[in-house]
C-alpha cells in the first residue's frame, strides 16, 4: 500500500492521470442537456427508458420501441402520453405525432404508454402471434379500464379464454373450487362470477394459448365499444351523446348503447369549427339534397382531436397509401396521417413471412389481484420475461402431437399459433359502390322496384354459374379429428345469391393443416366430386356431415383459392355457419333456459346477428301482384314495402276497392291453443285513411297500436287517421269519436279510447284503443328495454283472444316486427317454452316481407328477450325461496 504521495510525485512526463469520475460526471450532465430519458410502459406493466435526442422527432422514439420489443406489424400500435390544457381541465392522453418534436410534445412528461392505436377489424389479418398477443393485453386492459363495456355473458365467456390461457386445461385434481380466487378476469368479480367461468373454462379443453387468445379477440371484435375511445358531444338537441371512430366509420352512442353508424362510403366530408364537429352525408338516389350532421364538442380542442382521429382511421383503414401533403397554401389544419396504411402493413407482412420467433407470455399485473400491504416493485428493462408459474400446466390438444407454444423451448410456426396467410390481390378496404350505411330506423327508404326484397349480390371476382372447373383450382383432401371435426365455416349460398366461400378456418384443425391449406375466402367449387356452386348451403352442410358419417370421414374439396376479398367489407359480409355442426342434444332439463343461454352468448359473440344477417328478406316464392296494379301503387307509402298476394288483407267492402297495404300475421305458442292475430300495416295515408278504419269494421279489432309519430326528422311518416279529443271523424262506413286521450307519467306513449260505428251494417258502436309510442327515437332504438316491454305488456293486458290486432309503424315492417317478436317471446317465455328469435322472424317474415327490418332493432330485441327472462328467473326465484321458508 502506498502513502503519503503528494501530487508533486505525479508531475513530469514521467506520469499521467485521467479523472474517469469527473468525465463519468461530465457526461451524464452532457446528455442530461443534450438528451431526454424517457420511461415506456408497456402493455404488460413492465416498463423500459430510452434516450433520445433533445431534438429529436417522435418517429425515432418509436422505432425504438418497435425495436426493443421485436415487434414486426408495428404500425397499429402508438405512445400516448399525458397533458393538461388548463388547471381546470383534467388531463387525457394524446398520441406521440411521429413528424413533431418529442421535447416540444411532451413539455415536462417523462413517461408514455405503448398501446393499440389501430384495433384491427378481423384478428386474422395480422400474421405474427406476438401481435395478436399485444392486441389481446390491450382488451384485457381496456375491460379493467371499463372503457369497453361488457354485457354479464361476454365478460364472462371472454374471462373463461384468460383462465385457458393462463391456466391450461381444468384438471378436477388441481383446480379445486376457488381456483380463480387469486386472478383478477373481470370486474366487480365475486365467487357466483368465478363459479360460471369455470363452468364454460371447462369447455375450452385442448385450446393452446394462442387458440384460447384466438377465441378471445374473436369474441371482442364484434362487441360495439371495440377498439372505441368515446369523445363527448351533443346533437341538435341539446341531447348528451359519444362519438367513436373504427375502422368502419362514425358511431354514434348514448349511455353506451350504439344507436348510429355512418359508414365511409357513406360519409362524403369530414370538418369542424371552433368547438362544433361536422359529417357530410353522401346523397341518396330518392334525395335532392345533402345532409350535414354538426355536433357541439366540449371545446375546440376536443373537436379537433376528433377530426384528427377520423383523418388517421379513414387512411389507415380505407387509402392503399397515405394522402401526400399539399404544397400549395391552403386554409385550415394542414394535418394529414403519415404511417403506413393496414393495406401495406399487410402486403409488408405477406411479403415478409411469418417470423419464427420465441417469447414468453406473462401475465399482466392487473391480473393477480393485489394485496394493499404489499406493494410489489417491478422490474425495468426486462426484455424476456420469466415463465409465468402455470406453464406447468398441461393441454390435451385435440389434434395429434400437440406443441406447446407457451414454453420456453417451443417453436412458434403457422401452425401452433398462427392464424393462416390470407392473399390478397386487391385492397381489402374499398367502398361498395351503391351499398350504404343506412340509419337503425326502418323508414329510410328508397323508392325502388320490387326487386329490392332480396338481398343483393355482392361483387365477386368470379361468376357461379359455371359449372365447368377451370384451371385455377386445387383438390383438398381432409380426415375429421378426434371430436369429428374438419375445422372450417361457411358462407354464401343460392339462397342470398352468393357462391360457397371459407368465411373460417379454425386453428389446429385437419382444414389448418392439411396440404395444400384450406384458406379464408377460398370458393368451394365440388365436394367429393358434387358440383356445389348452385346450391343452398344447407346442401353444402348435408354434403360434409355425410363424409363425416363415412368409416373414414374422408372429405374431398375442389376450391378456387381465395377469392372473397376483392370488392368487400369485413362488416358488410354475409356471415358464417359453422361445419360441420356437432348435433347438441338438448338435456331434458329447463330448455328455456338453454335457449336463453345461447342467445346470451350469441349476442357476445356476433354470432346472432351474423345468423339473423343470412336471413331473407322476402320469401322467394311469394308475390306481390296486386300491389303492383296501377290502381294501387299509390295506395303504397312506400315503392318497395309491399303485402303478399297469399296472406294480404282484402277488403270485403272497401270504399276504394279491396286493396290496403297490409298483412295477416299469426303467431302461435307451441304446446299451448294461443295464437296471437296480428295485421301488420304501413302507417296511413291521407287517401287510405278510410281503408284503415274499413280494416277495423270488417275484423271488428279494438286494439291499434301505433308505432311511430306523425313527423319524425321533418318527414311525413304517418298520417293523422284519428279525430281529435271530443271530435268525431265521418266517413262513408265510419263514425269514429275520440272519447279520452292521455298520456303516461313517463310521457312516453299515449293512450286513447276511440268509439266506432258501422254506418253501413247499423251495429252497436264498439270501443277501440289506441296506444301510440311516442318516445321510440326517429333513426334508432328504444332507450332502455325496460320501456320497451312495459309497454309491451300494456298491449297484452288490453289484447282481446282471437281478434287480430292492428300493428303499424310507417313502413309496417320494422319497429312492427319488434313488438310481435317480443310478445311472441313473453307468450313463449310464460309458458316455459325456449325462445329462438330468428326462427320468430322467419315465421313473420313468411307472412310479411322484412318483418324486424335491421341488425340494430334485431339487436336490441335480442336483448329485451333476455331482460324480460331475467326478471321473470328472479321474480320465480324469489318466489321459490319464500315458500322454501
Same mark, same amino acid.
Given at each position: 500500500?502506498?502513502?503519503?504521495?503528494?501530487?508533486?510525485?505525479?508531475?513530469?512526463?514521467?506520469?499521467?492521470?485521467?479523472?474517469?469520475?469527473?468525465?463519468?460526471?461530465?457526461?451524464?450532465?452532457?446528455?442530461?442537456?443534450?438528451?431526454?430519458?424517457?420511461?415506456?410502459?408497456?402493455?404488460?406493466?413492465?416498463?423500459?427508458?430510452?434516450?433520445?435526442?433533445?431534438?429529436?422527432?417522435?418517429?425515432?422514439?418509436?422505432?425504438?420501441?418497435?425495436?426493443?420489443?421485436?415487434?414486426?406489424?408495428?404500425?397499429?400500435?402508438?405512445?400516448?402520453?399525458?397533458?393538461?390544457?388548463?388547471?381546470?381541465?383534467?388531463?387525457?392522453?394524446?398520441?406521440?405525432?411521429?413528424?413533431?418534436?418529442?421535447?416540444?410534445?411532451?413539455?415536462?412528461?417523462?413517461?408514455?404508454?405503448?398501446?393499440?392505436?389501430?384495433?384491427?377489424?378481423?384478428?386474422?389479418?395480422?400474421?405474427?402471434?406476438?401481435?395478436?398477443?399485444?392486441?389481446?393485453?390491450?382488451?384485457?386492459?381496456?375491460?379493467?379500464?371499463?372503457?369497453?363495456?361488457?354485457?354479464?355473458?361476454?365478460?364472462?365467456?371472454?374471462?373463461?379464454?384468460?383462465?385457458?390461457?393462463?391456466?391450461?386445461?381444468?384438471?378436477?385434481?388441481?383446480?379445486?373450487?376457488?381456483?380463480?380466487?387469486?386472478?383478477?378476469?373481470?370486474?366487480?368479480?365475486?365467487?357466483?362470477?368465478?363459479?360460471?367461468?369455470?363452468?364454460?373454462?371447462?369447455?375450452?379443453?385442448?385450446?393452446?394459448?394462442?387458440?384460447?387468445?384466438?377465441?378471445?379477440?374473436?369474441?371482442?371484435?364484434?362487441?360495439?365499444?371495440?377498439?372505441?375511445?368515446?369523445?363527448?358531444?351533443?346533437?341538435?338537441?341539446?341531447?348528451?351523446?359519444?362519438?367513436?371512430?373504427?375502422?368502419?366509420?362514425?358511431?354514434?352512442?348514448?349511455?353506451?348503447?350504439?344507436?348510429?353508424?355512418?359508414?365511409?362510403?357513406?360519409?362524403?366530408?369530414?370538418?369542424?369549427?371552433?368547438?362544433?364537429?361536422?359529417?357530410?352525408?353522401?346523397?341518396?338516389?330518392?334525395?335532392?339534397?345533402?345532409?350535414?350532421?354538426?355536433?357541439?364538442?366540449?371545446?375546440?380542442?376536443?373537436?379537433?382531436?376528433?377530426?384528427?382521429?377520423?383523418?388517421?382511421?379513414?387512411?389507415?383503414?380505407?387509402?392503399?397509401?397515405?394522402?401526400?401533403?399539399?404544397?400549395?397554401?391552403?386554409?385550415?389544419?394542414?394535418?394529414?396521417?403519415?404511417?403506413?396504411?393496414?393495406?401495406?402493413?399487410?402486403?409488408?407482412?405477406?411479403?415478409?413471412?411469418?417470423?419464427?420467433?420465441?417469447?414468453?407470455?406473462?401475465?399482466?399485473?392487473?391480473?393477480?389481484?393485489?394485496?394493499?400491504?404489499?406493494?410489489?416493485?417491478?422490474?425495468?428493462?426486462?426484455? #424476456?420475461?420469466?415463465?409465468?408459474?402455470?406453464? @406447468?400446466?398441461?393441454?390435451? =390438444? +385435440? /389434434?395429434? !402431437?400437440?406443441? *406447446?407454444?407457451?414454453?420456453?423451448?417451443?417453436?412458434?410456426?403457422?401452425?401452433?399459433?398462427?392464424?393462416?396467410?390470407?392473399?390478397?390481390?386487391?385492397?381489402?378496404?374499398?367502398?361498395?359502390?351503391?351499398?350504404?350505411?343506412?340509419?337503425?330506423?326502418?323508414?329510410?327508404?328508397?323508392?325502388?322496384?320490387?326487386?329490392?326484397?332480396?338481398?343483393?349480390?355482392?361483387?365477386?371476382?368470379?361468376?357461379?354459374?359455371?359449372?365447368?372447373?377451370?384451371?385455377?383450382?386445387?383438390?383438398?383432401?381432409?380426415?375429421?379429428?378426434?371430436?369429428?371435426?374438419?375445422?372450417?365455416?361457411?358462407?354464401?349460398?343460392?339462397?342470398?345469391?352468393?357462391?360457397?366461400?371459407?368465411?373460417?378456418?379454425?386453428?389446429?384443425?385437419?382444414?389448418?393443416?392439411?396440404?395444400?391449406?384450406?384458406?379464408?375466402?377460398?370458393?368451394? #367449387?365440388?365436394?367429393?366430386?358434387?358440383?356445389? @356452386?348452385?346450391?343452398?348451403? =344447407? +346442401? /353444402?352442410? !348435408?354434403?360434409? *356431415?355425410?363424409?363425416?358419417?363415412?368409416?373414414?370421414?374422408?372429405?374431398?374439396?375442389?376450391?378456387?383459392?381465395?377469392?372473397?376479398?376483392?370488392?368487400?367489407?369485413?362488416?358488410?359480409?354475409?356471415?358464417?355457419?359453422?361445419?360441420?355442426?356437432?348435433?347438441?342434444?338438448?338435456?331434458?332439463?329447463?330448455?328455456?333456459?338453454?335457449?336463453?343461454?345461447?342467445?346470451?352468448?350469441?349476442?357476445?359473440?356476433?354470432?346472432?346477428?351474423?345468423?339473423?344477417?343470412?336471413?331473407?328478406?322476402?320469401?322467394?316464392?311469394?308475390?306481390?301482384?296486386?300491389?303492383?296494379?296501377?290502381?294501387?301503387?299509390?295506395?303504397?307509402?312506400?315503392?318497395?314495402?309491399?303485402?303478399?298476394?297469399?296472406?294480404?288483407?282484402?277488403?270485403?267492402?272497401?270504399?276504394?276497392?279491396?286493396?290496403?297495404?297490409?298483412?295477416?300475421?299469426?303467431?302461435?305458442?307451441?304446446?299451448?291453443?294461443?295464437?296471437?292475430?296480428?295485421?301488420?300495416?304501413?302507417?296511413?295515408? *291521407?287517401?287510405?285513411?278510410?281503408?284503415?278504419?274499413?280494416?277495423?269494421?270488417?275484423?271488428?279489432?279494438?286494439?291499434?297500436?301505433?308505432?311511430?309519430?306523425?313527423?319524425?326528422?321533418?318527414?311525413?311518416?304517418?298520417?293523422?287517421?284519428?279525430?281529435?279529443?271530443?271530435?268525431?271523424?265521418?266517413?262513408?262506413?265510419?263514425?269514429?269519436?275520440?272519447?279520452?286521450?292521455?298520456?303516461?307519467?313517463?310521457?312516453?306513449?299515449?293512450?286513447?279510447?276511440?268509439?266506432?260505428?258501422?254506418?253501413?251494417?247499423?251495429?252497436?258502436?264498439?270501443?277501440?284503443?289506441?296506444?301510440?309510442?311516442?318516445?321510440?327515437?326517429?333513426?334508432?332504438?328504444?332507450?332502455?328495454?325496460?320501456?320497451?316491454?312495459?309497454?309491451?305488456?300494456?298491449?297484452?293486458?288490453?289484447?282481446?283472444?282471437?281478434?287480430?290486432?292492428?300493428?303499424?309503424?310507417?313502413?309496417?315492417?320494422?319497429?312492427?316486427?319488434?313488438?310481435?317478436?317480443?310478445?311472441?317471446?313473453?307468450?313463449?317465455?310464460?309458458?316455459?317454452?325456449?325462445?329462438?328469435?330468428?326462427?320468430?322472424?322467419?315465421?313473420?317474415?313468411?307472412?310479411?316481407?322484412?318483418?324486424?327490418?335491421?341488425?340494430?332493432?334485431?339487436?336490441?330485441?335480442?336483448?329485451?328477450?333476455?331482460?324480460?327472462?331475467?326478471?321473470?328467473?328472479?321474480?320465480?326465484?324469489?318466489?321459490?325461496?319464500?315458500?322454501?321458508?
Amino acid at each position: 500500500m502506498i502513502e503519503g504521495v503528494t501530487k508533486k510525485s505525479f508531475g513530469g512526463s514521467s506520469s499521467g492521470t485521467y479523472n474517469v469520475h469527473a468525465l463519468e460526471l461530465a457526461t451524464v450532465r452532457d446528455r442530461k442537456l443534450k438528451g431526454l430519458n424517457v420511461t415506456v410502459r408497456f402493455l404488460d406493466d413492465t416498463e423500459h427508458e430510452f434516450y433520445v435526442e433533445k431534438r429529436a422527432k417522435g418517429i425515432e422514439l418509436l422505432e425504438q420501441v418497435y425495436q426493443y420489443l421485436e415487434l414486426v406489424e408495428k404500425d397499429y400500435f402508438g405512445l400516448q402520453y399525458p397533458t393538461e390544457i388548463c388547471k381546470e381541465k383534467p388531463s387525457f392522453l394524446r398520441w406521440l405525432d411521429p413528424s413533431k418534436s418529442i421535447k416540444k410534445q411532451l413539455g415536462n412528461c417523462q413517461e408514455l404508454h405503448f398501446r393499440v392505436k389501430f384495433y384491427v377489424s378481423d384478428p386474422s389479418k395480422l400474421q405474427e402471434e406476438y401481435t395478436r398477443y399485444q392486441l389481446y393485453l390491450q382488451l384485457r386492459s381496456d375491460i379493467f379500464e371499463e372503457k369497453l363495456y361488457l354485457p354479464p355473458p361476454t365478460a364472462i365467456l371472454l374471462a373463461s379464454y384468460t383462465v385457458q390461457s393462463e391456466l391450461g386445461d381444468f384438471i378436477p385434481e388441481e383446480h379445486k373450487p376457488g381456483y380463480l380466487s387469486h386472478l383478477q378476469l373481470v370486474p366487480n368479480q365475486n365467487e357466483e362470477i368465478e363459479s360460471k367461468i369455470s363452468e364454460l373454462h371447462k369447455l375450452h379443453k385442448g385450446q393452446t394459448p394462442a387458440m384460447a387468445e384466438s377465441n378471445f379477440l374473436e369474441h371482442a371484435r364484434r362487441l360495439d365499444m371495440y377498439g372505441i375511445e368515446l369523445h363527448n358531444a351533443k346533437d341538435n338537441l341539446n341531447k348528451a351523446i359519444q362519438l367513436g371512430v373504427t375502422h368502419i366509420g362514425l358511431v354514434v352512442f348514448h349511455n353506451n348503447i350504439k344507436i348510429n353508424t355512418f359508414s365511409w362510403s357513406k360519409i362524403m366530408k369530414i370538418s369542424f369549427k371552433r368547438k362544433q364537429f361536422f359529417i357530410q352525408l353522401r346523397r341518396e338516389p330518392s334525395e335532392d339534397y345533402d345532409t350535414l350532421l354538426g355536433f357541439n364538442m366540449d371545446d375546440y380542442r376536443s373537436s379537433k382531436t376528433l377530426w384528427k382521429t377520423c383523418v388517421e382511421h379513414h387512411t389507415f383503414f380505407r387509402l392503399d397509401s397515405p394522402k401526400v401533403k399539399r404544397k400549395y397554401l391552403s386554409l385550415g389544419s394542414k394535418f394529414t396521417y403519415s404511417g403506413k396504411t393496414e393495406y401495406q402493413t399487410v402486403q409488408e407482412a405477406k411479403r415478409r413471412g411469418i417470423l419464427e420467433r420465441k417469447f414468453v407470455r406473462s401475465p399482466s399485473k392487473t391480473l393477480v389481484k393485489e394485496k394493499a400491504t404489499s406493494p410489489s416493485v417491478e422490474p425495468t428493462s426486462v426484455p #424476456l420475461k420469466p415463465s409465468r408459474p402455470y406453464d @406447468t400446466h398441461k393441454v390435451t =390438444s +385435440t /389434434v395429434k !402431437e400437440p406443441k *406447446q407454444a407457451w414454453t420456453e423451448d417451443s417453436k412458434i410456426s403457422d401452425d401452433d399459433g398462427g392464424f393462416i396467410e390470407r392473399v390478397l390481390e386487391a385492397p381489402f378496404s374499398p367502398s361498395i359502390a351503391g351499398k350504404v350505411m343506412s340509419y337503425a330506423d326502418e323508414e329510410v327508404l328508397t323508392p325502388l322496384s320490387n326487386d329490392v326484397y332480396e338481398t343483393p349480390p355482392y361483387s365477386i371476382s368470379h361468376s357461379p354459374t359455371s359449372h365447368s372447373i377451370e384451371e385455377n383450382v386445387v383438390t383438398i383432401t381432409l380426415y375429421p379429428d378426434e371430436d369429428g371435426k374438419y375445422g372450417f365455416n361457411v358462407k354464401g349460398g343460392k339462397e342470398v345469391s352468393v357462391p360457397i366461400l371459407v368465411s373460417r378456418v379454425a386453428l389446429n384443425t385437419p382444414a389448418d393443416k392439411c396440404i395444400p391449406k384450406l384458406s379464408e375466402g377460398d370458393q368451394i #367449387l365440388q365436394i367429393n366430386g358434387h358440383d356445389v @356452386t348452385e346450391v343452398l348451403q =344447407s +346442401t /353444402v352442410i !348435408e354434403l360434409v *356431415q355425410e363424409s363425416r358419417a363415412t368409416e373414414s370421414g374422408k372429405l374431398v374439396l375442389t376450391v378456387r383459392p381465395n377469392v372473397a376479398f376483392q370488392g368487400m367489407e369485413e362488416y358488410e359480409e354475409p356471415p358464417y355457419q359453422y361445419v360441420p355442426v356437432n348435433d347438441v342434444e338438448p338435456s331434458i332439463g329447463n330448455l328455456l333456459e338453454q335457449s336463453m343461454y345461447f342467445l346470451a352468448d350469441g349476442l357476445a359473440s356476433g354470432a346472432l346477428i351474423a345468423r339473423y344477417e343470412t336471413l331473407y328478406r322476402k320469401h322467394p316464392d311469394l308475390t306481390c301482384n296486386e300491389a303492383l296494379k296501377p290502381c294501387n301503387i299509390n295506395k303504397n307509402r312506400y315503392r318497395d314495402i309491399l303485402p303478399y298476394d297469399e296472406t294480404r288483407v282484402i277488403l270485403n267492402n272497401g270504399p276504394n276497392g279491396d286493396y290496403i297495404n297490409a298483412n295477416f300475421v299469426d303467431m302461435l305458442i307451441p304446446n299451448t291453443e294461443i295464437r296471437n292475430r296480428y295485421i301488420a300495416t304501413q302507417g296511413p295515408l *291521407q287517401s287510405t285513411t278510410e281503408d284503415f278504419w274499413q280494416v277495423v269494421l270488417e275484423q271488428r279489432c279494438s286494439l291499434i297500436i301505433m308505432l311511430t309519430t306523425i313527423i319524425e326528422k321533418g318527414r311525413a311518416k304517418c298520417h293523422k287517421y284519428w279525430p281529435g279529443l271530443g271530435e268525431i271523424l265521418t266517413m262513408q262506413n265510419a263514425i269514429v269519436k275520440c272519447i279520452k286521450e292521455e298520456t303516461d307519467e313517463s310521457g312516453s306513449f299515449v293512450f286513447r279510447d276511440f268509439t266506432v260505428l258501422d254506418v253501413k251494417n247499423n251495429q252497436e258502436s264498439w270501443k277501440v284503443t289506441h296506444m301510440q309510442y311516442i318516445a321510440w327515437p326517429d333513426h334508432g332504438v328504444p332507450d332502455s328495454p325496460q320501456q320497451f316491454l312495459r309497454f309491451t305488456r300494456i298491449v297484452r293486458e288490453h289484447r282481446v283472444p282471437d281478434i287480430p290486432v292492428i300493428v303499424h309503424c310507417s313502413a309496417g315492417i320494422g319497429r312492427t316486427g319488434v313488438l310481435v317478436l317480443m310478445e311472441t317471446a313473453l307468450n313463449l317465455i310464460d309458458v316455459g317454452e325456449p325462445v329462438y328469435p330468428l326462427e320468430i322472424v322467419k315465421i313473420m317474415r313468411e307472412q310479411r316481407a322484412m318483418m324486424v327490418q335491421n341488425a340494430s332493432q334485431y339487436r336490441f330485441v335480442c336483448q329485451s328477450v333476455y331482460e324480460a327472462y331475467s326478471e321473470s328467473a328472479a321474480i320465480e326465484k324469489e318466489s321459490q325461496e319464500q315458500k322454501s321458508s
